[in-house]
């Protein structure tokens, strides 16, 4: 197979993801909602995203900072008071959480300006976001810089999932009810889940 050779070590930030963004795909999307010291509530879409463990559960993203350095409020908020929710969104909420992505003055709440609804987490401060098919309440266990990558390591302490999307006996997740939003190449670039195939595990 005849390959093009992209140096990326050698290429980091803009022309990097430009690149790696567009081919690791189709990505998880978390809406991660956060609390500053005012109790204003920051809504925002990543999809440097994913879980990586499950003793304990992790998740691990990768919030940025602003031009200037400064951190972002999602990142801001992790420093200052270690917890988050982390959504995932299907495709009724999918305009809503691209809209999350807008970029606000500190102190604007995401969550006011598209009407999102929300109630109270039970284990942490920030809410869940009503809409929202699952909630994952998560508290950071670590933050580490990597040159100008920020990556925030959370422990998963409980699952809010829309009644009937997974079996409270078995734990099953049922994907005739459950189709969230992939991302695909950056900026505008998504996918649906509903078209599933698949291949039986090798058993031996």
Known sequence: ?????????????????????GLVVPRPIALVTTLDAQGVVNAAP?????????????AVLAPGDREDGTPKDTAANLLANGECVIHLCDEPMADRMVAC???????????????LATRPAERVR???LVDCPVALEC?????????????????????HVRAGIADPVTWRVDY???????????????????????KDFPRS
């Open 46 to 58: 990543f999809s440097f995203f994913n879980v990586m463990g499950t003793e304990p559960p992790l």
């Open 1 to 21: 197979m005849d390959a093009v050779r992209f140096d990326v070590a050698a290429h980091p930030g803009a022309q990097a993801y430009k690149l790696l963004a």
């Open 101 to 115: 992505a807008r970029s606000l003055p500190p102190g604007v709440s995401e969550v006011d300006r598209e009407r």
């Open 126 to 128: 920030p809410p869940i």
């Open 176 to 198: 005739a009810q459950y189709a969230p939003v992939g991302r695909m190449n950056s900026p505008d670039g998504y996918v649906r889940t509903r078209d599933i195939f698949r």
């Open 139 to 159: 508290r950071v266990l670590d933050i580490r810089r990597y040159g100008e990558n920020r990556v925030v390591v959370v422990e998963i302490l409980l699952a």
